[in-house]
């Protein structure tokens, strides 16, 4: 274990709140248990920095809805509020993705049909979200302080419910050096944002994140994420 690592031992487990630090267009999103159908596109949300789910486009104005572990959620059905785009091309809704503002307001994203607004309905977004944070609320995370100044990194922040997801999910290894400590890991994407011709595409790089907590507390000790291969 590195000098890095054996001074966090000790440290004490405190609670903290923390704001997204990721860079603008920048998100994370768990491995789906379940590979959503070709063309997916992922639902975003801007507060938590988190992907919660994935939209095919079927007509105009419908999409399936699946979320984040990729199970078909919901029929969506949005009215067009513009007409200044006619006729509409299906092909040009395959280019959009949902994206969940911080003023909970919802912005389809597309290059090729910038004029239009469309809302993903409140119930909808609920159901991703419950689905996403299913079965986390009983764990409340701690932090040492040098993991929590990790936390306000671009570059190493991971989201709160993504951890939780590693803890629940993920696969656990004991510490046989560090009695009541464990490790967790799970595979995660970051999901980057790029305009590619007409489309707004959110381009996958695959990690493994492994997250070492002391378990009498829930405190995170430390994290990192390795680059897939």
């Known amino acids: 274990m590195d000098a890095h690592r054996q001074n966090t031992l000790t440290e004490p487990g405190l609670h903290y709140s923390f704001r997204t630090s990721l860079s603008k267009g920048e998100y994370y999103a ?4 379940y590979s959503p159908p070709h063309g997916a596109q992922p639902i975003v949300d801007d507060q938590t920095g988190i992907c919660i789910g994935y939209s095919v486009a079927q007509a105009p104005g419908l999409w399936r809805i699946y979320d984040a572990d990729g199970r078909f959620a919901a029929m969506e059905m949005s009215p067009l509020e513009s007409t200044l785009i006619e006729p509409l091309d299906i092909a040009l809704f395959t280019y959009g993705v949902f994206r969940l503002l911080r003023t909970g307001r919802t ?32 764990i409340c995370l701690k932090f040492t302080p040098t993991a929590a ?14 951890l939780k997801k590693a803890i629940y999910y993920g696969s656990r290894t ?42 009498k507390d829930w405190t995170v000790m430390h994290f990192e994420i390795k680059e897939f291969k």
């Open 149 to 162: 100044a990790c936390m306000n990194e671009p570059d190493r922040y991971i989201p709160q419910l993504i």
């Open 174 to 215: 004991d510490n046989e050096a560090v009695i009541g400590q464990s490790e967790y890991q799970i595979a995660i994407s970051r999901l980057s944002r790029r305009n590619i011709g007409h489309a707004v595409v959110f381009a996958p790089k695959k990690y493994t994140l492994h997250l070492f907590v002391r378990n």
């Open 30 to 33: 768990i491995e789906p248990l």
């Open 107 to 138: 912005l389809y994203e597309t290059r090729a049909l910038q004029r239009l607004k469309i809302a993903l309905s409140e119930a909808t977004q609920n159901v991703l979200r419950g689905r996403f944070k299913s079965g986390l609320t009983a």
